[in-house]
């Protein structure tokens, strides 16, 4: 936390990291001086103009507060109402108290997604400032939110496909170049992915030597990466430096769900963790590409909706007879990461309305599921719901982008910052996204739709430039995540840990319904590797 500044009215604390301060040096020349400077010029709009992870606190003489949370939520922050007091913090951890009450809705929404979507968390005592928000408490402890920045896909730029790529070019590089500023030795997360492996070549070209890079390895082929990094890293005449994980690093998970403050279903937490403490033993900061595929259109569900949007309302309706023949003829999947579930997931969205179709690509549990997990969780009110809202307000009229907005509002800031976040916390090392520059992230979200996502192809911009920089067999993988064998691992050498669910959930699970998700994922019948983890996490969180 920076050193609080005084500034006439106001006073202003400043947290995280200003990567473009050189860039707005004319509102000052240190993160607070500009900060005030841009909110006495623009309102809580300037706070859109600041690049990097951070939180920031407005103190009024009047005793008014304002807690403001960066647009992309690479950093949290919490905050609690009692007697009068307002109290905040980074952590969740640091709110939580003796006898606070559990938020059920919150246990519904968790299980239906693997984490809490703000403003909501774990206890209701507690709430979490949104992603591109900032919360304000009067003197007289009256509480309002105001949204400063929100992905608006309209209006589109005008430039040709060739000259977008151009640009992004130029921003990428002067994001990296940010980053490095700040952090002149980083070391580069690297995965088999395209957008960590941008990373490493825009970092390698303006680096005097090439930085190291670290991979986190599995010892099962359809999760290992480490062969495709290496390829990367060699082409560039980096140092590989390489992690195994294994089945028994499951054994630090509650350390590190205590850390998140409440239930995390992601299990790549457990990945980032254990691959950033590594890392700070080999460096002080370490580039990530985390964004690509937010704001690039990396994800499958993003094709699958624009497929939805091309074949229209009554060609998509009368596709369901033909979903529901496919659905009963398809036999159950065992793995997660195969053809035959994605099948499964395809057949079972086109039976839906639009936004609970997109939904079904993240859930862990659907609200069936939840209802007969957990019966008192049923009167609750689906995810959905704010979904709905949310949609309605991001100028989209593409069904691939209104998923993609949402997911750069909830998905991005709640999942993928959060456990990047908190194993950066952890670890001690810092932990930045070029990707997430605010430059590039405005210039993606004004591109249109098929420059980034067609129906057979993602990512477009980012693949061509690509094209000559990574060896050719890394732009030809299907898209893995930063997954871990949670399937193999829960039917072998973790076996113990899962069949203590019934014992350890709360009692209103219905622990009939629980041993038959175990039993058949023991069987091999189905994978429900990630609905056992989402369980035991809700029992290390709640």
């Known amino acids: 936390m920076s050193d609080a500044l005084s500034q006439g009215a106001f006073k202003v604390t400043f947290s995280?990291?200003?990567?473009?301060?050189?860039?707005?040096?004319?509102?000052?020349?240190?993160p607070e001086q500009i900060v005030a400077a841009l909110y006495e010029k623009y309102g809580i709009y300037g706070f859109a103009r600041i690049s990097g992870p951070f939180t920031i606190v407005l103190q009024f003489p009047d005793g008014g507060k304002t807690?403001?949370?960066?647009?992309?939520?690479?950093?949290?922050?919490?905050?609690?109402?009692?007697?009068?007091?307002?109290?905040?913090?980074?952590?969740?951890a640091d709110l939580l108290a003796p006898g606070m009450s559990t938020d059920w809705q919150a246990v519904s929404e968790y299980l239906s997604l693997g984490y809490i979507p703000a403003p909501r968390t774990i206890k209701s005592e507690i709430s979490s400032v949104r992603a591109g928000y900032c919360v304000t408490f009067s003197k007289d402890g009256i509480q309002k939110e105001e949204q400063y920045y929100s992905p608006q896909f309209y209006p589109k730029t005008s430039?040709?496909?060739?000259?977008?790529?151009?640009?992004?070019?130029?921003?990428?590089?002067?994001a990296t170049a940010r980053c490095i500023a700040k952090y002149p030795n980083p070391g580069v997360l690297l995965s088999g992915g395209i957008d960590s492996n941008l990373v490493l070549c825009y970092a390698n070209k303006l680096l005097d030597t090439p930085p190291d890079c670290i991979t986190l390895y599995f010892d099962d082929k359809v999760y290992n990466e480490s062969s495709l990094a290496a390829q990367s890293a060699q082409a560039v005449g980096a140092k590989h430096i390489t992690k195994l994980a294994r089945p028994e690093d499951f054994y630090e998970v509650p350390r590190f769900m205590k850390a998140v403050g409440e239930p995390f279903a992601d299990s790549s937490l457990l990945a980032s963790s254990t691959i950033m403490e590594f890392a700070v033993k080999q460096k002080q900061a370490v580039l990530m590409g985390d964004g690509g595929d937010e704001l690039f259109g990396g994800y499958k569900r993003y094709r699958f909706m624009a497929i939805r949007d091309m074949l229209g309302d009554s060609l998509t309706a009368a596709g369901k007879p033909f979903a529901k023949l496919l659905r009963a003829m398809l036999p159950a999947s065992g793995e997660r990461r195969n053809r035959l579930s994605t099948l499964h997931r395809v057949a079972d969205a086109f039976l839906l309305p639009q936004i609970p179709c997109y939904g079904s690509f993240q859930e862990i549990f659907s609200a069936k599921d939840v209802a007969e997990l957990c019966p008192e969780l049923a009167k609750f009110s689906p995810y959905t719901e704010y979904w709905e809202k949310l949609a309605a307000t991001l100028g989209s009229i593409d069904q691939a982008e209104t998923a993609n907005g949402i997911d750069l509002c909830t998905y991005l800031p709640e999942d993928g910052c959060r456990k990047d976040n908190v194993a950066a916390e952890l670890s001690g090392i810092c932990a930045l996204s070029p990707l997430l520059d605010m430059d590039v992230?405005?210039?993606?979200?004004?591109?249109?739709?098929?420059?980034?996502?067609?129906?057979?192809?993602?990512?477009?911009?980012?693949r061509t430039l690509a094209k000559g920089k990574l060896p050719p067999v890394l732009l030809q993988?299907?898209?893995?995540?930063?997954?871990?064998?949670?399937?193999?691992?829960?039917?072998?050498?973790?076996?113990?840990?899962?069949?203590?669910?019934?014992?350890?959930?709360?009692?209103?699970?219905?622990?009939?319904?629980?041993?038959?998700?175990?039993?058949?994922?023991?069987?091999?019948?189905?994978?429900?590797?990630?609905?056992?983890?989402a369980l035991l996490a809700l029992t290390m969180g709640i």
């Not at 990291?17 to 509102?27: P, R, Y």
């Not at 949370?69 to 952590?91: I, L, N, T, W």
């Not at 430039?159 to 002067?174: P, S, V």
């Not at 249109?448 to 993602?458: D, E, G, W």
Request: net charge positive; hydrophobic share 35%.
């Open 16 to 30: 995280g990291i200003m990567l473009n301060d050189k860039e707005l040096s004319e509102f000052g020349s240190t």
């Open 159 to 174: 430039m040709t496909y060739d000259e977008a790529c151009e640009g992004l070019d130029a921003l990428i590089e002067q």
């Open 67 to 92: 807690l403001v949370r960066d647009p992309f939520g690479q950093k949290q922050f919490y905050y609690s109402v009692a007697g009068g007091e307002v109290r905040h913090s980074e952590k969740l």
């Open 477 to 533: 993988q299907p898209k893995r995540g930063f997954s871990i064998p949670v399937a193999r691992w829960f039917r072998n050498e973790l076996r113990q840990e899962a069949e203590k669910l019934p014992n350890i959930l709360p009692d209103c699970f219905d622990k009939a319904k629980v041993r038959s998700i175990l039993d058949a994922h023991f069987a091999g019948k189905v994978d429900n590797g990630t609905k056992i983890w």
């Open 441 to 462: 992230a405005k210039f993606a979200i004004s591109l249109p739709r098929h420059y980034k996502t067609t129906l057979r192809r993602s990512k477009l911009p980012l």
